[in-house]
């Protein structure tokens, strides 16, 4: 069984930091793509950031050279640090992967699950 848990969310005033992480556990082979999607009241989720297996990233326009996203593969844990956080970054954010995991002796097919959600709250 193959969960995603999220921390690092938390209330931050506006221009501050905040480092969310994702960490994968269960029977995984290899993780092709770890991202961040966030989701506002009233809102639809959008992705915020995400990273493939070789290091390629793609950025929402509203976070790029304030977010970074970045992966440690040997702990099958993702990053996201928020920098310059403004009110309307707000949101839960959900952490999201493409992976691969055993079943039994093969690796399984590919597919996507997704974290619990952490809240980010900023205040102006």
């Known amino acids: 069984q193959v969960q995603l848990v999220e921390s690092g969310g938390g209330l931050v005033q506006a221009g501050g930091s905040l480092r969310l992480s994702c960490t994968a556990s269960?029977?995984?082979?290899?993780?092709?793509?770890m991202g961040w999607h966030c989701q506002a009241p009233g809102k639809q989720r959008e992705l915020v950031a995400a990273?493939?297996?070789?290091?390629?990233?793609n950025y929402a326009d509203s976070v790029k050279s304030r977010f970074t996203i970045s992966r440690d593969n040997a702990k099958n844990t993702g990053y996201l640090q928020m920098s310059s956080l403004k009110p309307e970054d707000a949101a839960v954010y959900y952490c999201?992967?493409?992976?691969?995991?055993?079943?039994?002796?093969?690796?399984?097919?590919?597919?996507?699950?997704w974290g619990q959600g952490t809240q980010v709250t900023v205040s102006s």
């Open positions: 999201y992967a493409d992976l691969i995991n055993w079943t039994g002796l093969r690796p399984g097919a590919a597919r996507g699950y």
């Open positions: 269960g029977s995984i082979f290899s993780i092709n793509l």
């Open positions: 990273m493939t297996s070789g290091g390629g990233t």
